[in-house]
């Protein structure tokens, strides 16, 4: 199940979440250091208010009225395509078909909008996610840089699913 993140309350629950999340996952990637501005630039409260002006809408994931995770998104109309922003679940939820829903969800709303394929970006030393992504359909497009500051700028691999 899937619930819109919309009140103050859901958004300071959003970030906790969020950090605890990163902190686990990408504290085995990154230094702590890096993993601070990480954290601030892409999930912190202020990050997560300026998705929510670009377009992006979040929602909780939840198992069991037990949030296990979100995702983020907004339909690139220009594109025909829907972006996945985030999507990210605990690490103890992992391996259960949580992600694969999601990603059900996601394609049942572009074939309802009429969009013809899903995008995101993975950093690309996240061999675990590029595998889940790979062995659910997505094509890996190749190394992109993506800039989150002037001093921390990473590859990433730009993936898409088409959607028919």
């Not at 250091?33 to 998705?51: F, M, N, P, R, Y």
């Amino acid at each position: 199940m899937y619930k819109k993140v919309e009140s103050e309350k859901d958004i300071n629950e959003l970030v906790a979440i969020a950090y605890e999340i990163w902190s686990k996952h990408f504290g085995q990637l990154f230094d702590a250091d890096t993993l601070s501005k990480l954290i601030e630039g892409v999930q912190s409260k202020t990050a997560i208010l300026a998705d929510f002006k670009n377009g992006y809408d979040y929602y909780f994931i939840t198992e069991s009225s037990k949030n296990v995770g979100y995702f983020a998104y907004k339909i690139l109309s220009t594109e025909n395509e829907l972006f996945l922003n985030k999507l990210y679940i605990f690490a103890d939820q992992r391996g259960k078909g949580i992600g694969k829903k999601v990603l059900k969800y996601l394609e049942d709303i572009c074939l309802s909008d009429g969009v013809n394929s899903i995008s995101l970006t993975v950093f690309h030393e996240n061999t675990n996610s590029v595998k889940a992504y790979e062995k659910w359909g997505f094509e890996n497009l190749g190394l992109i840089k993506k800039v989150f500051s002037d001093d921390l700028v990473f590859d990433d691999f730009k993936m898409r699913k088409k959607i028919d």
